[in-house]
């Protein structure tokens, strides 16, 4: 498992590192997430599903110990089998206890999803704001992106989240609800963004004292004029389908002098 809480929360966390996982539904209308944190003990927690701000009224797929609390928005999400192992389904087709959907779905099968290419109305989809997303990787660990309305944080808009969690590796990914709404805690870093919500994700890790990657652990390059994506892969050790999938490369053939590639 590793995580960061530089520029927000990012964790990518393996299913044998999981404990627990499941849906906590807020208590009603909506609750803290300091206060969801102190009734469960989760290692991390997050905001999940959309509501209404004004009753708490949860809205989009959402199923809560085996019953359905809400339909509607887009039926992708995550369903957590057994409440330990995160599964991306249609509908909750995999039938598991806590299933939460997301609006929209940012990937799958590894490409943009075709719902989320063209603006959306009520999402702020083209504005740079505060963003919550959830996927999985080809190898199955369960990644999650929280960054928070605020501008010391690199807040994103929705074409730019879908290329962040695809360049973390992810083939399936969803958006939940965010602005305000994006918070999380973790046992190195927390930020509480004030707004009490109707839902969250909590996950128990199998690991006592989770590691936060360095920052040195990340390694960059910038593409000077000349270069090709084969050339810097070699020279760094990695492979193109490795750097393509760092940096959400659709065409391998078209990178640009100055760009900034993340290469480790």
């Known amino acids: ?3 960061s809480t530089s520029g927000g929360l990012t964790l990518v966390i393996k299913p044998e590192e999981i404990e627990r996982i499941e849906y906590i539904h807020g208590l009603q209308p909506v609750e803290s997430i ?4 102190k009734r469960t003990g989760a290692d991390f927690a997050f905001n999940a599903n959309y509501y209404v701000m ?3 009224k949860t809205i989009g797929e959402v199923t809560d110990e085996g019953v359905d609390i809400s ?3 887009n039926p992708y999400g995550y369903g957590f089998v057994g409440k330990k192992i995160p599964v991306f389904s249609y509908n909750n087709s995999i039938g598991a206890v806590d299933f939460v959907g997301g609006y929209p779905c940012l990937l ?7 719902e989320a290419v063209k603006p959306i109305s009520g999402i702020d989809y083209g504005k740079k704001r505060g963003r919550t997303a959830i996927g999985m990787t080809l190898s199955g660990e369960f990644v999650v992106r929280v960054i928070p309305d605020k501008t010391l944080y690199p807040r994103k808009t929705i074409p730019q989240l879908m290329s962040e969690m695809k360049a973390l590796g992810c083939v399936d990914a969803i958006n939940l609800d965010g602005g305000g709404s994006s ?3 973790s046992p190195d870093k927390s930020f509480n963004s004030g707004r009490k919500v109707d839902g969250f994700i909590a996950i128990w890790t199998t690991k006592t004292t989770p590691t936060t990657p360095k920052q040195e652990d990340y390694r960059y390059y910038t593409v000077k004029k000349g270069d090709t994506l084969y050339k810097i892969a070699k020279a760094n050790d990695t492979s193109t389908v490795k750097l393509a ?3 959400g490369i659709k065409n391998p053939n078209l990178i640009m002098p100055g760009q900034r590639l ?3």
Do not use: W
């Open 1 to 3: 498992m590793q995580y």
């Open 34 to 37: 300091e206060s969801v944190k």
């Open 54 to 56: 004004k009753t708490g």
């Open 71 to 73: 339909d509607g928005l």
């Open 108 to 114: 799958r099968n590894g490409t943009v999803a075709p």
């Open 183 to 185: 918070q999380f805690v």
């Open 245 to 247: 999938e760092l940096n």
């Open 262 to 264: 993340r290469v480790k």
